[in-house]
């Protein structure tokens, strides 16, 4: 089992700068593909970046392209995405989630998954 904690969170104003964290434990090996997804406010959960573990290859949705960065620490326990320039419609629970295969999949192929952490951007 994988176990991922999201951390970093919080109320901003726009155009602010913001990194979160997401820490994996447990039975990390062979995990390649470390994704964020979010959910908005009456919204649908969205991809917004992933990154590939074995290169650091990285695929970004257009909404966050050139505005949001995911990078990693040097081993698998950590990922960071680091976001920039946010915007109100930014506003969203983000969720990292994990799984062995790195490919364009939806969240529910996902069977690792971190509780969430609350970013709230305001105009």
């Known amino acids: 089992q994988v176990q991922l904690a999201e951390s970093g969170g919080r109320s901003v104003q726009a155009g602010a700068s913001l990194r979160l964290s997401c820490e994996a434990s447990?039975?990390?090996?062979?995990?390649?593909?470390m994704v964020w997804f979010r959910q908005g406010p009456g919204k649908e959960r969205e991809f917004v970046g992933r990154m590939r573990w074995s290169d650091g290859g990285t695929s970004y949705a257009d909404s966050v392209k050139g505005r949001f960065t995911i990078s990693r620490a040097g081993t698998l326990q950590r990922v960071f995405l680091q976001m920039n320039d946010l915007k109100p419609e930014d506003t969203a629970i983000y969720y990292c989630a994990a799984r062995d295969v790195y490919s364009d999949l939806p969240g529910n192929e996902y069977p690792y998954w971190g509780q969430g952490t609350r970013v709230t951007v305001s105009s």
């Open positions: 447990g039975s990390t090996f062979g995990i390649n593909a």
